[in-house]
């Protein structure tokens, strides 16, 4: 690496050469330039001395690959900084394992008022049930504890964090010894999560932040709203993110609006729409997503939370007001719900003014072929996560045991929603599943449903150029000279372009195909690791001695 003194009356700028560069404007290209915040040149080793005296600094990439920065379309934020700073059971193999690091998790943390975790999961325990009330009290010590299942849709409590919910028994979703669901889990998570002060909400969120540069996503959707965070909690991320250590944070709030009123009131939130966790449903984990046939475990159909015109009256208003629109969707009845209510929308103010407006689902995960169809016409994004079907997919998992083996086998259809011209933008939902953006891409190129996977190149488009797009930014996530200098510098080994083939996946080495190559995403292959990101042209992450 070379620098020189810069000149402070023009950009900054920066030569990377001597690597791979991710770029549809030349798939052969080595290096690249950027000026400020922006991507200047993209080109081969040999065009690049003639920058190499007017550069500021100059990046000797030694082989790595350069791509965009990744974009994470669904994240908890803070949630995702607890977990990793403080109480996650998803590691947990077992109960008593479970209860063994919450009674070390209470007796490190004497001064909590709330003891908080997450990460619970009865699929994966032989005992096959979640802690007893009994059970989580002595582990506790008495103390309140708000413990979320993996899926956040549901939680275990103590009784002493009961005891400060005022009519918490009387509420939709309690059960005097099981997990609780519904407007009682939304109660004890609001006073679990208001004994959080200032400075540890912000350690959690920091602590996120950077996990997430550090993995190469330079940006992140939070999903926020009144049933999951709060305002003081979505505005001090809003703030934190806009000091620029960091990746970018665009904001969604999940409440429901009807007027011209509340929708300014959304934008003074710093919100860009009021979307994201709009529940419609649950999940399929807690038995709470909304199906048209009963579940295969449990004798009722989960729970629906808004009917379709509710669902209309908010797409419109929306629409109306020039602000995205986006619902959490998960079972195939609560699709239909978003479907008909979108639908609704499109009747009464425009089926084009509905599509400019580029409204999302989160999830849609079970999607039939007429709901599919629907998301295609009214230009609906899915925001998927395609490490749920590597976690609970596959005819053992999760799904199979909720809905049986013949309906689990039409989870998450991303090749047909790729076929149908549904767009696509990839997440986690951290800290449902980590961050990890290339895991990411393996489990949507692996999908456990063999017609359900799509390429590598797809799948990439998807979680860096599909991000942006679902905010209505066409420029960005892709490195071409004009858009975000948003980029990760990674350690791999070949890259390889993937074959198309409906049987197996092939890939090629043979760079003729004039198309970028991507890592070797094959199960049980090493995954690159994160050298540098970079966001808006500042460097938010760069690995020691890198």
Same mark, same amino acid.
């Given at each position: 690496?070379?620098?020189?003194?810069?000149?402070?009356?023009?950009?900054?700028?920066?030569?990377?050469?001597?690597?791979?560069?991710?770029?549809?404007?030349?798939?052969?290209?080595?290096?690249?330039?950027?000026?400020?915040?922006?991507?200047?040149?993209?080109?081969?080793?040999?065009?690049?001395?003639?920058?190499?005296?007017?550069?500021?600094? $100059?990046?000797?990439?030694?082989?790595?690959?350069?791509?965009?920065?990744?974009?994470?379309?669904?994240?908890?934020?803070?949630?995702?900084?607890?977990?990793?700073?403080?109480?996650?059971?998803?590691?947990?193999?077992?109960?008593?394992?479970?209860?063994?690091?919450?009674?070390?998790?209470?007796?490190?943390?004497?001064?909590?008022?709330?003891?908080?975790?997450?990460?619970?999961?009865?699929?994966?325990?032989?005992?096959?049930?979640?802690?007893?009330?009994?059970?989580?009290?002595?582990?506790?010590?008495?103390?309140?504890?708000?413990?979320?299942?993996?899926?956040?849709?549901?939680?275990?409590?103590?009784?002493?964090?009961?005891?400060?919910?005022?009519?918490?028994?009387?509420?939709?979703?309690?059960?005097?010894?099981?997990?609780?669901?519904?407007?009682?889990?939304?109660?004890?998570?609001?006073? %679990?999560?208001?004994?959080?002060?200032?400075?540890?909400?912000?350690?959690?969120?920091?602590?996120?932040?950077?996990?997430?540069?550090?993995?190469?996503?330079? $940006?992140?959707?939070? /999903?926020?709203?009144?049933?999951?965070?709060?305002?003081?909690?979505?505005?001090?991320?809003?703030?934190?993110?806009?000091?620029?250590?960091?990746?970018?944070?665009?904001?969604?709030?999940?409440?429901?609006?009807?007027?011209?009123?509340?929708?300014?009131?959304?934008?003074?939130?710093?919100?860009?729409?009021?979307?994201?966790?709009?529940?419609?449903?649950?999940?399929?984990? =807690?038995?709470?997503?909304?199906?048209?046939?009963?579940?295969?475990?449990?004798?009722?159909?989960? =729970?629906?939370?808004?009917?379709?015109?509710?669902?209309?009256?908010?797409? %419109?208003?929306?629409?109306?007001?020039?602000?995205?629109?986006?619902?959490?969707?998960?079972?195939?009845?609560?699709?239909?719900?978003?479907?008909?209510?979108?639908?609704?929308?499109?009747?009464?103010?425009?089926?084009?003014?509905?599509? %400019?407006?580029?409204?999302?689902?989160?999830?849609?995960?079970?999607?039939?072929?007429?709901?599919?169809?629907?998301?295609?016409?009214?230009?609906?994004?899915?925001?998927?996560?395609?490490?749920?079907?590597?976690?609970?997919?596959?005819?053992?998992?999760?799904?199979?045991?909720?809905?049986?083996?013949?309906? %689990?086998?039409?989870?998450?259809?991303?090749?047909?929603?790729?076929?149908?011209?549904?767009?696509?933008?990839?997440?986690?939902?951290?800290?449902? $599943?980590?961050?990890?953006?290339?895991?990411?891409?393996?489990?949507?190129?692996?999908?456990?449903?063999?017609?359900?996977?799509?390429?590598?190149?797809?799948?990439?488009?998807?979680?860096?150029?599909?991000?942006?797009?679902?905010?209505?930014?066409?420029?960005?996530?892709?490195?071409?000279?004009?858009?975000?200098?948003?980029?990760?510098?990674?350690?791999?080994?070949?890259?390889?372009?993937?074959?198309?083939?409906?049987?197996?996946?092939?890939?090629?080495?043979?760079?003729? =195909?004039?198309?970028?190559?991507?890592?070797?995403?094959?199960?049980?292959?090493?995954?690159?690791? /994160?050298?540098?990101?970079?966001?808006?042209?500042?460097?938010?992450?760069?690995?020691?001695?890198?």
């Amino acid at each position: 690496m070379s620098e020189r003194t810069p000149d402070p009356a023009r950009p900054r700028t920066v030569l990377l050469r001597g690597g791979e560069v991710h770029s549809p404007a030349d798939p052969f290209a080595t290096a690249m330039v950027v000026e400020g915040g922006s991507i200047a040149w993209v080109g081969e080793e040999g065009a690049a001395d003639s920058f190499a005296d007017g550069v500021d600094e $100059t990046v000797h990439l030694d082989g790595a690959l350069v791509t965009p920065a990744f974009t994470d379309a669904h994240v908890h934020t803070t949630a995702t900084g607890l977990a990793l700073t403080g109480l996650d059971l998803s590691g947990a193999a077992t109960l008593p394992d479970a209860l063994a690091r919450i009674r070390a998790h209470a007796t490190a943390r004497p001064a909590d008022r709330i003891l908080l975790g997450h990460g619970w999961d009865t699929t994966a325990w032989p005992e096959g049930r979640p802690p007893s009330r009994a059970e989580l009290d002595d582990a506790a010590g008495g103390r309140p504890l708000y413990l979320t299942r993996v899926d956040v849709h549901s939680a275990v409590v103590t009784t002493a964090l009961l005891d400060l919910v005022p009519g918490i028994r009387e509420r939709t979703g309690f059960r005097p010894d099981a997990p609780l669901t519904g407007d009682a889990h939304h109660a004890v998570r609001q006073t %679990a999560y208001a004994t959080l002060t200032p400075a540890q909400r912000a350690d959690a969120q920091a602590a996120a932040l950077a996990r997430a540069a550090s993995l190469g996503i330079g $940006t992140l959707h939070e /999903c926020a709203g009144p049933d999951i965070s709060g305002e003081d909690d979505f505005t001090a991320l809003l703030a934190l993110a806009a000091e620029g250590h960091g990746p970018r944070v665009v904001g969604y709030w999940a409440e429901k609006i009807a007027t011209a009123k509340e929708a300014d009131r959304i934008r003074e939130l710093g919100a860009v729409g009021a979307a994201g966790d709009l529940f419609v449903d649950g999940s399929l984990g =807690s038995h709470t997503a909304h199906l048209h046939a009963p579940y295969a475990d449990a004798p009722h159909t989960g =729970s629906a939370h808004l009917t379709a015109e509710e669902v209309a009256a908010h797409v %419109a208003a929306c629409t109306e007001a020039g602000l995205q629109a986006g619902f959490h969707a998960i079972g195939d009845a609560a699709l239909t719900t978003v479907v008909d209510g979108v639908r609704a929308a499109a009747d009464r103010v425009g089926l084009q003014r509905v599509r %400019a407006a580029r409204h999302r689902v989160e999830h849609a995960e079970m999607l039939t072929d007429a709901t599919l169809a629907a998301f295609a016409d009214l230009a609906l994004t899915a925001s998927v996560q395609p490490a749920f079907d590597a976690a609970w997919g596959g005819g053992s998992g999760m799904y199979a045991a909720r809905l049986g083996a013949d309906r %689990a086998r039409t989870l998450n259809p991303y090749a047909a929603m790729l076929k149908a011209g549904v767009p696509l933008a990839l997440g986690s939902d951290s800290p449902v $599943t980590p961050l990890g953006p290339w895991g990411t891409l393996r489990a949507a190129v692996f999908h456990r449903t063999r017609d359900h996977g799509i390429s590598a190149r797809a799948a990439f488009t998807a979680h860096t150029r599909g991000g942006w797009r679902a905010i209505g930014r066409d420029d960005a996530g892709i490195l071409v000279p004009g858009a975000p200098a948003d980029y990760a510098v990674w350690r791999t080994g070949d890259l390889l372009v993937q074959a198309p083939d409906e049987r197996v996946q092939r890939w090629s080495t043979d760079p003729r =195909s004039g198309t970028p190559g991507l890592p070797d995403l094959t199960p049980g292959s090493a995954l690159p690791e /994160c050298l540098t990101t970079v966001v808006g042209g500042r460097t938010v992450f760069g690995r020691p001695n890198e």
